[in-house]
């Protein structure tokens, strides 16, 4: 009797034991698949191709505002009819460009890398400067009343990083801060990376290279407002949303995105994309889209949960000003994509 009743319990700890040992294992791959959700490594893609456009070699994208011509950056610059796929190449003259913007009536494009220039409706084309050989366009943005262009700049000197200010009624400089002589010169030593306006057209938002802070100017003197920190490493860019109340800010060495309160600069939410290259607000405010080597992402700015929209490593992306759809770029050329699910 005792070695029945012995066999008897060392049977029930061995099976106490196995189903101890399952719990906990279920519990360690919940608690990771939670933690790779969180993080974006395992996400569900919802996101459906509307149009492929097979053009090679993107290096940026730029959504007219009525939504019907996107315009890329290649070899070339093209403009491109989402309906007829028509495309309208622009003059050889511009050169190459790395940066492309549209003013807020879609009537006007300006692009911009070794030369300025600007494009319109038309078929015009103006050259506004030609930079010299050692200085180069980082980035580009209209004021939202469309009046003033901005465009950032850096170089092999402190004199090359400045950000330009064009007054596009009359197609002149209006000012420019930063570079040595110039406002700012302290915060831009060695060149500015981005540049955005906030839709009041009376502040710019600004990163410069190797520095971890965004600095807020206001129009039209350029006197610095704030100071937003946060970053670790090298901010890349940064945008206002629609309505100027956040800001969205990436740096690809960090691999972090920071949501701020624009008024109060304070940080709302962090979000971890290793390697992000783009990042773009959805019109209504309530998403950020990031491009990275891992796809697109779809991140929601309220809780921070994210879904994955596309899996090719991608360098370039844009919203349409109705939200309704994203163009991606990868190495098949540009798509045309609907990151909602349809109803």
């Known amino acids: 009797m005792f070695v029945s009743a012995f066999d008897?319990?060392?049977?029930?700890?061995?099976n106490m034991r196995q189903k101890l040992t399952l719990f906990f294992i279920s519990v360690m791959c919940i608690l990771v698949i939670v933690v790779l959700v969180r993080k974006g490594y395992l996400t569900t893609s919802i996101a459906s191709e509307d149009k492929?456009?097979?053009?090679?070699?993107v290096k940026y994208i730029a959504w007219q505002a009525n939504n019907t011509a996107i315009a890329v950056a290649t070899t070339s610059t093209q403009i491109i009819d989402l309906k007829t796929s028509r495309i309208q190449m622009?003059?050889?003259s511009t050169g190459q460009s790395a940066y492309l913007a549209w003013n807020v009536s879609g009537t006007?494009?300006?692009?911009?890398?070794?030369?300025?220039?600007?494009?319109?409706?038309?078929?015009?084309v103006k050259i506004l400067s030609e930079l010299p050989t050692y200085r180069q366009?980082?980035?580009?943005a209209w004021s939202h009343d469309g009046s003033m262009l901005a465009v950032s700049q850096s170089g092999l000197s402190p004199s090359d990083a400045e950000v330009v200010l064009w007054n596009m009624s009359v197609g002149e400089i209006m000012i420019s801060f930063g570079g040595v002589g110039n406002i700012g010169e302290e915060h831009s030593l060695f060149g500015f990376s981005s540049v955005t306006w906030h839709p009041n057209s009376k502040q710019?938002?600004?990163?410069?290279?190797?520095?971890?802070?965004?600095?807020?100017?206001?129009?039209p003197d350029a006197n610095v407002v704030t100071v937003f920190q946060g970053h670790t490493e090298q901010v890349d860019q940064v945008f206002y949303n629609l309505d100027g109340s956040k800001l969205a800010s990436r740096s690809y060495l960090e691999g972090r995105i920071l949501i701020w309160d624009s008024l109060t600069g304070k940080i709302l939410r962090s979000l971890n994309e290793p390697s992000v290259t783009a990042i773009a607000w959805s019109p209504d405010g309530n998403a950020i889209a990031s491009a990275s080597v891992s796809g697109v992402k779809l991140w929601n700015v309220s809780t921070?949960?994210?879904?994955?929209?596309?899996?090719?490593?991608?360098s370039s992306l844009t919203w349409e000003l109705t939200g309704h759809r994203l163009a991606i770029s990868d190495q098949q050329g540009v798509h045309i994509v609907i990151p909602y699910p349809k109803e």
Do not use: H
């Open 8 to 14: 008897w319990s060392s049977g029930a700890l061995a």
């Open 52 to 57: 492929l456009i097979p053009v090679s070699d």
């Open 90 to 92: 622009i003059p050889e």
């Open 108 to 124: 006007q494009l300006a692009g911009c890398k070794e030369k300025l220039w600007i494009w319109s409706s038309a078929g015009d």
């Open 137 to 140: 366009c980082t980035s580009l």
């Open 204 to 219: 710019i938002a600004t990163t410069t290279l190797f520095s971890t802070d965004i600095r807020i100017y206001e129009m």
């Open 304 to 314: 921070g949960s994210v879904t994955s929209l596309w899996s090719n490593s991608t």
